[in-house]
T-cell receptor
Framework: EAGVTQSPRYAVLQEGQAVSFWCDPI?????LYWYQQPRDQGPQLLVY????????NSQLPSDRFSAVRPKGTNSTLKIQSAKQGDTATYLC??????????????FGHGTKLSVL | AQKVTQTQTSISVMEKTTVTMDCVYE???????LFWYKQTASGEIVFLIR??????ENATVGHYSLNFQKPKSSIGLIITATQIEDSAVYFC??????????????FGTGTTVSVSP
């Protein structure tokens, strides 16, 4: 079974540039999460979806970040105008339903973003 | 609001010994789920073990076990017979158990474990 796939693996930007991250969750997983992991910190939730619906985007900096999952499968996270503080690893995870809160998450390898 | 705290930044142990790491959590919900995940040097994050708040028995999976002390809001991870491959960052995480979901997994800051031969 294929795991969670993310691309690109690395991205290096100048401040003000835009970048998109792509995630393909495990087939059949209806719940998809985007986490931001700054260096030496734990993953911090940005947004998560159940199917195509946004369930929680309260931690997503809406002025510069956006996330979509139009068909309830793949997802794209976009940073419109990157800042140095956005330097982090962006992790995508999926799970088989979040109605049952004990479901484990499966993580992709992440995209390591450096904003110069 | 829910919160997860790991106060130990790093732990060093010798191979084949036991390592214990701490985690305390805060939640207003009566039902919740506690998880431990491992992040390897390559960055990969994998699920290790889970404790459901309504279960009194400590969860055990392979050489991982939990020390669940509900009155203290504490969930410690114990790794017995450690191996070099156990060197990693260990994250404690919690999810509140609302019937319809709606709360994502909240992580602690992690504990780095180094296992020496």
């Amino acid at each position: 079974e294929a795991g969670v796939t993310q691309s690109p693996r690395y991205a290096v930007l100048q401040e003000g540039q835009a970048v998109s991250f792509w995630c393909d969750p495990i087939s059949g997983h209806d719940t998809l999460y985007w986490y931001q992991q700054p260096r030496d910190q734990g993953p911090q939730l940005l947004v998560y979806f159940r199917d195509e619906a946004v369930i929680d985007n309260s931690q997503l900096p809406s002025d510069r970040f956006s996330a979509v999952r139009p068909k309830g499968t793949n997802s794209t996270l976009k940073i419109q105008s990157a800042k140095q503080g956005d330097t982090a690893t962006y992790l995508c995870a999926s799970s088989l339903g979040d109605r049952f809160s004990n479901e484990r998450l499966f993580f992709g390898h992440g995209t390591k973003l450096s904003v110069l | 609001a829910q919160k997860v705290t790991q106060t130990q930044t790093s732990i060093s142990v010798m191979e084949k010994t036991t390592v214990t790491m701490d985690c305390v959590y805060e939640t207003q919900d009566s039902s919740y789920f506690l998880f431990w995940y491992k992040q390897t040097a390559s960055g990969e994050i994998v699920f290790l073990i889970r404790q459901d708040s309504y279960k009194k028995e400590n969860a055990t999976v392979g050489h991982y076990s939990l020390n669940f002390q509900k009155p203290k809001s504490s969930i410690g991870l114990i790794i017995t017979a450690t191996q070099i491959e156990d060197s990693a960052v260990y994250f404690c995480a919690m999810r509140e158990g609302r019937p319809q979901g709606g709360r994502a997994l909240i992580f602690g800051t992690g504990t780095t474990v180094s296992v020496s031969p």
